[in-house]
């Protein structure tokens, strides 16, 4: 029987306010699947406080069940603006935690990357994937627990659903996200979202994705660093 219990992570990173004042964004982060917080390592972001959940496949009955218990995390914030990023399986939880928060008018931004739109067909090459990798046996067995979870989820067909602004990143030369299952997200989104492609010479991933990072700053904090200045220039 599987359990019902969450395990996350509530580190943070920023400077949330304490004398009443506007604490600023709320970014929520959430890794791919067998992933773990240490994805995010070094996200600090001036006037963004952000906080890394953890997920684990075998602590819910099914993909919405840890949708909901990630979402009333979320929705505990004392930030009037909230923000998530998902990688891969991360980003379908993204997307189905604003689904069940956009109604509040807190979520600003929601950023889905290296992943395909819930039609659910999330399951489809990964367990090979997974196998082939050269991971320890308990990464393996963490994985296809994550990955188990995603095969359940039945998807949702297209229909404009997702209300709140959205940035979809993907790389050109993917091997696991095509480009073409990545442009797709827009048949998801009521208002069109801002596709950016990141020539990453593979699979997109943050960490240590400079120009990751500086896409999130940029659309988040009110005064970015003098690196996302410096880009913004030359871009």
């Known amino acids: 029987m599987m359990l019902q219990r969450p395990v996350w992570s509530t580190t943070a990173t920023g400077s949330p306010s304490?004398?009443?004042?506007d604490p600023g964004v709320h970014l929520f982060c959430l890794h791919h699947a067998g992933g773990t917080t240490a994805s995010f390592a070094g996200w600090r972001?001036?006037?963004v406080t952000v906080t890394k959940l953890s997920y684990r496949g075998w602590d819910?009955?099914?993909l919405g069940a840890a949708a909901d218990a990630l979402a009333e995390r979320v929705t505990a914030s004392a930030s009037a603006r909230l923000a998530l990023y998902g990688h891969s399986m991360g980003a379908i939880l993204a997307f189905e935690i604003a689904l069940r928060l956009q109604h509040t008018g807190r979520v600003s931004h929601v950023f889905l990357a290296a992943t395909r739109p819930p039609s659910g067909?999330?399951?489809?090459g990964a367990a090979a994937v997974a196998a082939a990798g050269a991971l320890s046996p308990r990464a393996r067995e963490v994985l296809l627990e994550d990955l188990d979870l995603l095969a359940g989820y039945p998807g949702r067909p297209p229909g404009k659903q997702l209300e709140v602004p959205a940035t979809v990143l993907y790389s050109a030369d993917d091997p696991v996200v095509p480009v073409a299952d990545s442009l797709r997200w827009a048949a998801w989104?009521?208002?069109e979202p801002r596709l950016m492609k990141l020539d990453t010479g593979g699979h997109l991933f943050h960490l240590g994705n400079r120009a990751v990072r500086l896409l999130v700053?940029?659309?988040l904090s009110p005064e970015p660093s003098r690196d996302a200045q410096t880009d913004q220039r030359h871009g």
């Open 189 to 191: 989104c009521a208002a």
């Open 45 to 47: 972001f001036d006037g």
């Open 60 to 62: 819910f009955m099914s």
């Open 18 to 21: 304490t004398d009443g004042r």
């Open 121 to 124: 067909m999330h399951d489809a």
């Open 217 to 219: 700053e940029k659309t």
